[in-house]
């Protein structure tokens, strides 16, 4: 079983930073990937970045690449988004996801089990 929880989120004017972090508990967060998605009222679940569970392999969407960066702390359980130079589109709840048992990355939020319960990223004009 794993619990995860994002931290970080809050209002940025655009242009600006925020880091994202997914603690998470239970011995499986190590071997899972790792993803993060974004949700807004008038949109579907959209994919942001993944990590695979050793770290080796990253992917981003393209319209986070070169902004976004996604890593991961083992010692502490911890998976960060770091997100710069914002834009009012990136406004959305992110979520983040895991898929434990050595599962690879992946973009389809159907591939993962266990969810976060979100936190607002706000990006002002």
């Known amino acids: 079983q794993v619990q995860v929880v994002e931290s970080g989120g809050g209002l940025v004017q655009a242009g600006g930073s925020l880091r994202l972090s997914c603690a998470a508990s239970g011995r499986t967060f190590s071997s899972s990937a790792v993803g993060w998605f974004r949700q807004t009222p008038a949109k579907e679940r959209e994919f942001v970045a993944t990590?695979?569970?050793?770290?080796?392999?990253?992917r981003y969407a393209d319209s986070v690449k070169g902004r976004f960066t996604i890593s991961r702390d083992f010692a502490k359980n911890t998976v960060y988004l770091q997100m710069n130079s914002l834009k009012p589109e990136d406004t959305a709840v992110y979520y983040c996801a895991a898929r434990p048992n050595y599962g690879s990355g992946s973009d389809d939020p159907m591939s993962y089990t266990y969810w976060g319960q979100g936190t607002q990223v706000t990006v002002s004009s």
């Open positions: 990590i695979t569970w050793s770290g080796g392999s990253i």
